[in-house]
């Protein structure tokens, strides 16, 4: 089965309730990239009028994690896949639609290869990042992920 950006929609609705009520929404998931938009509205926001940090960090999850589902779909096992660890930097106001994207799919090929021939459980950095409707970088976000295969 192939992600599309409509079955992640769906995904959210019933899997990430609150990704999905703030907003997070998936406009393109290909083999190597997936991007992801949110807009600031009432729901999503903090007392300082910008986007509350914690849903950027939904939509910038959701860029790696629909990357890492896409793949683990195509080698046909049973792999776990679990966020170890995340750093995020912040250099402007998250106001109007924050468009994130994930460019790491080939890294994640390379990852679940590896796991899957050493049954092994291995790791994986994987940056997204936001930038506003003017293309100015507002935050980018790395999550380690841990990939493993299931015994």
């Known amino acids: 089965m192939h992600l599309t950006p409509r079955k992640l929609n769906v995904f959210t609705i019933f899997k990430l309730p609150s990704a999905y009520l703030c907003?997070?929404?998936?406009?393109?998931?290909?083999?190597?990239?997936?991007?992801?938009?949110?807009r600031h509205r009432w729901i999503n926001q903090n007392p300082f009028k910008s986007m509350f940090w914690a849903v950027q960090g939904m939509a910038?999850?959701?860029?790696?994690?629909?990357?890492v589902m896409n793949k683990i779909k195509t080698f046909g096992k049973p792999i776990s896949m679990?966020?170890?660890s995340n750093k995020a930097t912040f250099t402007k106001k998250a106001t109007g639609k924050i468009?994130?994207?994930?460019?790491d799919g080939g890294l994640v090929d390379e990852t679940?290869?590896?796991?899957?021939e050493t049954n092994e459980g291995q790791t994986i950095a994987m940056t997204s990042v936001g930038v506003?409707?003017?293309?100015?970088?507002?935050?980018?976000?790395?999550?380690?992920?841990?990939?493993k295969v299931r015994s």
Do not use: M, P, Y
């Not at 468009?99 to 460019?103: A, I, L, R």
């Open 60 to 67: 910038a999850e959701f860029t790696t994690g629909a990357l």
């Open 112 to 116: 679940i290869k590896q796991a899957v």
């Open 82 to 84: 679990l966020v170890t």
């Open 23 to 38: 907003g997070v929404r998936t406009k393109h998931i290909d083999a190597n990239t997936c991007v992801v938009t949110v």
């Open 132 to 147: 506003n409707e003017k293309g100015e970088e507002v935050s980018a976000f790395t999550f380690k992920w841990s990939i």
């Open 99 to 103: 468009t994130f994207t994930c460019n």
